[in-house]
T-cell receptor
Framework: EAQVTQNPRYLITVTGKKLTVTCSQN?????MSWYRQDPGLGLRQIYY???????DKGDVPEGYKVSRKEKRNFPLILESPSPNQTSLYFC??????????????FGSGTQLSVL | AQKVTQAQTEISVVEKEDVTLDCVYE???????LFWYKQPPSGELVFLIR??????QNEISGRYSWNFQKSTSSFNFTITASQVVDSAVYFC?????????????FGDGTTLTVKP
């Protein structure tokens, strides 16, 4: 089944403790992206990747890192989480975005709470 | 910079009413793409439509229809004869082709409640 898999689904952590949210897709998509969803603010793009080893900042990249060493995986890293990073996170993928973003396939989301 | 505005934060209708969700966008790019996504109470995000800036033809898919008007920079979404299952948060999104092709901007979303 074609899907985007995020793990974990829920995560509670404490300020400053490094964490990684994994994202994997099995559709051979070139493009992958991370978003955070906060009440009243819609979805805001954190980072995106047009292909392996090609990543770029979205609108809210501060406090986050990403890597794209393989086509299928695009982990989101919070090196020193803070309470303002408490949010619902979505990973998404699509076919090549070289001529504009295509239909996005989203993961199920990761609810992160930073205490 | 690209921007998407969904002025309606919440809409409540009674089943079988028609409802229109507004979306206004800003972009400097001559080629761009507009999207609508649905997020039902279960939380997943579901793609509904993608429209490129060259195609102003309105589209209909069952009870759903979309009205794209470049002159007013709007891409509105209408649900005809709404049903309880249409209750969800709906997001409009914009992606430019030539400037930052990988960036996508979402509106804040409109929460639609359809009452039986």
């Amino acid at each position: 089944e074609a899907q985007v898999t995020q793990n974990p689904r829920y995560l509670i952590t404490v300020t400053g403790k490094k964490l990684t949210v994994t994202c994997s897709q099995n559709m051979n998509h070139e493009y992958m992206s991370w978003y955070r969803q906060d009440p009243g603010l819609g979805l805001r793009q954190i980072y995106y990747s047009m292909n392996v080893e090609v990543t770029d900042k979205g609108d809210v990249p501060e406090g986050y890192k990403v890597s794209r060493k393989e086509k299928r995986n695009f982990p989101l890293i919070l090196e020193s989480p803070s309470p303002n990073q408490t949010s619902l996170y979505f990973c998404a993928s699509s076919f090549s975005a070289g001529t504009g973003t295509k239909k996005l396939f989203f993961g199920s989301g990761t609810q992160l709470s930073v205490l | 910079a690209q921007k998407v505005t969904q002025a309606q934060t919440e809409i409540s209708v009674v089943e079988k009413e028609d409802v229109t969700l507004d979306c206004v966008y800003e972009t400097r790019d001559t080629t761009y793409y507009l999207f609508w996504y649905k997020q039902p109470p279960s939380g997943e995000l579901v793609f509904l439509i993608r429209r490129n800036s060259f195609d102003e033809q309105n589209e209909i898919s069952g009870r759903y229809s979309w009205n794209f008007q470049k002159s007013t920079s709007s891409f509105n979404f209408t649900i005809t004869a709404s049903q309880v299952v249409d209750s969800a948060v709906y997001f409009c999104a914009l992606s430019e082709r030539n400037t930052n092709a990988g960036k996508s901007t979402f509106g804040d979303g409109t929460t639609l409640t359809v009452k039986p």
